[in-house]
């Protein structure tokens, strides 16, 4: 065989060996991490194992004391069977005895050397061998007639040939059906771990409707007392968050009169020169506590599960110059007239899409808000990008600054999260932005995620939206 065939054959063989690693390395993962695999192994090994016990057991149990107890039956019948066969030993009476009984005979002397079974080897695994004379076995199940003839008898190995292969299969099929029904058991008894794990990640989602299913409340098992357990710890959960919203959504409504109130007080103070750096402070202040109740406000109306929105046509790119032109007339100084710069990447043609227009403009903000704060001193403007695949709105925004670190990805999107201590405005605010971009996003249906792009921070929103 040359080398190119046999490269080619080990590349042929190589699609089955990952194969075979493949479904090696699943199976060893499943008894590792599943109780559902582990039990059904235990399962089995524990039938094998009371299977061999029980059949050695019953073979050592039979076998003191039976051969004792039937050889004399048994040498009074052999020697009945010889005397039947006759002296000198008749043949066909032999033939006749083969075929009435499960029996080999062999009849061996100086004038017929005769076997039932010509094809049958010379060691049957029967009642006789060919082993000498002297032992014992062979003198209880042979017999010598007074003209020398030598009679054995044994089991006929053909009559017994197939009914061992059939008693093995009829044992594997009843082990296999024992294992399925005892799986599909074991599957019924372990269903509560499947809808306790189903509770527990909605209840960490935040959805408390529905409960964990309770099975056989009246009288429940340990799993059934533990589903119990964690509904009342949802429940005490849902309580403590509800608590809190309606603490804030209170303490927000509260503030909002006090700090109108203030400002207006603030504006009607007089505008000289020693007065004029205070009242500008003051005002730049009340500005950032009523910015930060109305996300507040806003946040808590949008976790809220009864929040609606007030979809219309949105042309959402007219929409993002908006907001791009607006942060860059807030973020003028006076070395830069013109405010930061900001990279659009916008499609030249993008319909107008059944949006809310005011969450829509929110959630834009909000994002390059984040972006900017956090591209001091970066090699590149942020970016923002805007696609249409006529089925879903995908707008990212991406900064070039530091970046976060990994294990802090996660919490990005929490509310008041910060990756940092710092509470100040400079240093990013309180933690409530991309909160706010993630429940826009869940309100429309869509998804927020959030992940380094070396350099830099990158924030995918994907909005399901209809063309108008």
Not at 45 to 51: D, V
Not at 213 to 242: C, F, K, W, Y
Not at 396 to 401: C, K, L, S, T
């Amino acid at each position: 065989m040359s080398a190119g065939t046999q490269w080619l054959r080990a590349c042929q063989g190589w699609p089955a060996f990952k194969a075979c690693i493949r479904v090696q390395r699943q199976a060893k993962h499943a008894l590792a991490h599943s109780l559902r695999v582990r039990l059904m192994c235990m399962f089995v090994l524990l039938a094998l194992a009371m299977t061999t016990t029980f059949m050695f057991g019953m073979q050592a149990a039979l076998g003191i004391g039976w051969r004792d107890a039937a050889k004399p039956l048994v040498a009074d019948y052999i020697d009945k069977l010889a005397a039947e066969i006759g002296d000198p030993p008749d043949i066909e009476r032999a033939r006749a005895i083969t075929q009435r009984l499960p029996l080999s005979v062999r009849i061996s002397g100086p004038q017929i050397n005769w076997r039932s079974n010509p094809d049958q080897p010379d060691n049957p695994h029967g009642w006789m061998d060919d082993r000498p004379a002297d032992t014992e076995s062979p003198r209880f199940y042979v017999r010598t007639t007074a003209d020398g003839h030598r009679i054995q008898f044994g089991v006929s190995v053909q009559a017994w040939h197939d009914r061992p292969r059939f008693i093995g299969w009829v044992t594997l099929f009843s082990l296999l059906v024992l294992t399925t029904l005892a799986y599909v058991r074991v599957r019924l008894l372990l269903r509560p771990l499947d809808d306790i794990r189903a509770g527990a990640l909605r209840f960490g989602a935040g959805d408390f409707a529905q409960a964990i299913p309770v099975r056989r409340s009246h009288h429940p098992d340990e799993l059934g007392e533990l589903a119990a357990t964690i509904n009342t710890m949802g429940a005490d959960i849902h309580q403590m968050l509800e608590a809190k919203r309606t603490l804030l959504l209170a303490i927000s409504h509260e503030l909002r009169s006090p700090l109108t109130r203030a400002r207006l007080n603030t504006e009607l103070l007089p505008e000289t020169a020693d007065v004029q750096p205070g009242r500008d402070a003051l005002l730049r202040d009340l500005a950032l506590m009523r910015d930060l109740v109305t996300d507040l406000l806003e946040s808590e109306r949008l976790a809220s599960p009864h929040a609606a929105l007030h979809r219309e046509a949105v042309d959402v790119r007219a929409l993002v110059e908006d907001v791009v032109c607006e942060l860059q007339t807030a973020h003028a100084t006076a070395e830069s007239e013109f405010g930061p710069a900001i990279d659009m990447q916008l499609p030249p043609a993008l319909p107008r899409l059944q949006l809310d227009p005011i969450r829509i403009r929110l959630l834009v903000r909000n994002l390059l808000d984040n972006a900017l704060r956090h591209s001091a001193g970066a090699a590149a403007a942020p970016q923002i990008t805007v696609q249409w695949d006529q089925r879903q709105l995908l707008i990212a925004v991406r900064d070039f600054g530091r970046g976060v670190e990994e294990n802090q990805l996660p919490n990005l999107g929490q509310s008041f999260f910060r990756p940092d201590a710092a509470r100040t405005r400079e240093g990013g605010g309180v933690g409530l932005g991309l909160y706010l971009c993630r429940l826009v996003a869940q309100a429309h249906g869509g998804s927020f995620a959030v992940r380094n792009a070396q350099p830099g921070l990158a924030i995918e929103i994907h909005l399901p939206a209809a063309t108008v």
